[in-house]
């Protein structure tokens, strides 16, 4: 199993700034990816993390806009870049460990955009 | 291309009655199907998996048979509890690298 933590669990932001958030595992993992749940919506993928190599992104996600850090294998960031009302959402991190290679997620961070 | 259709919820049930949650994907090849469920003011975690056609997926008195004749992978429960009350999220993944996620089913369970 794995348990991920992420920090902030939640904040508000103004328009134009940016977010940094955190996601740490407690063990190992080759693979993280970042999603976005906008309220009442289902998850969508913003991007593939692996450490060492640049994320790839997904379909209507950019770099200049979700920059994705991996420096290790337990560790990563996502920052969501000038900020706008519409990119208000609950962002989560998650992983896929062990021989069954089951999905393990972040409990997320709710992002509120004013 | 890849996708997971869910039933439009939210879906409200009595206490011990009969559930059912469509699920029907579209994809290449053989994806291996999940139920995820997120409780209130928790993440998601995984409730059932099947990996291949005909597999059965089951966990915490839920089911759900891997269909690849009519491409559905339906939730069932016989008898809900009012804990059970969560969004619960069909996906599929080829070889557990990237998932496709349905828009989520909220079922609220009634005393």
């Known amino acids: 199993s794995a348990v991920i933590s992420q920090k902030p669990s939640r904040d508000i932001c103004q328009r134009g700034t940016s977010l940094t958030i955190q996601c740490q595992v407690d063990?190992?993992?080759?693979?993280m990816f970042w999603y976005r749940q906008q309220p009442g919506q289902s998850l969508t993928l913003i991007a593939t993390?692996?450490?060492?190599?640049?994320?790839?992104?997904e379909s209507g996600f950019v770099i200049d806009k979700f920059p994705i850090s991996r420096p290790n294998l337990t560790f990563s960031t996502l920052t969501v870049s000038n900020l706008s009302p519409e990119d208000s959402s609950i962002y989560l991190c998650?992983?896929?460990?062990?021989?069954?290679?089951?999905?393990?997620f972040g409990p997320g961070t709710r992002l509120t955009v004013t | 291309g890849n996708s997971v259709t869910q039933m439009e919820g939210p879906v409200t049930l009595s206490e011990e009655a009969f559930l059912t949650i469509n699920c029907t994907y579209t994809?290449?090849?053989?994806?291996?199907l999940f139920w995820y469920v997120q409780y209130p003011g928790e993440g998601l975690q995984l409730l059932l998996k099947?990996?291949?056609?005909?597999d059965k997926g089951s966990n915490k008195g839920f089911e759900a048979t891997y269909r690849k004749e009519t491409t559905s992978f339906h939730l069932e429960k016989g008898s809900v509890q009012v804990s059970d009350s969560a969004v619960y999220f069909c996906?599929?993944?080829?070889?557990?690298?990237?998932?496709?996620f349905g828009s989520g089913t909220k079922l609220n369970v009634k005393p």
């Open positions: 994809a290449t090849g053989y994806p291996s």
């Open positions: 063990s190992q993992v080759t693979m």
């Open positions: 996906a599929l993944s080829y070889n557990f690298n990237k998932f496709y």
């Open positions: 998650s992983v896929i460990v062990g021989v069954s290679s089951e999905q393990y």
């Open positions: 993390a692996n450490q060492g190599s640049e994320a790839t992104y």
């Open positions: 099947a990996t291949k056609a005909d």
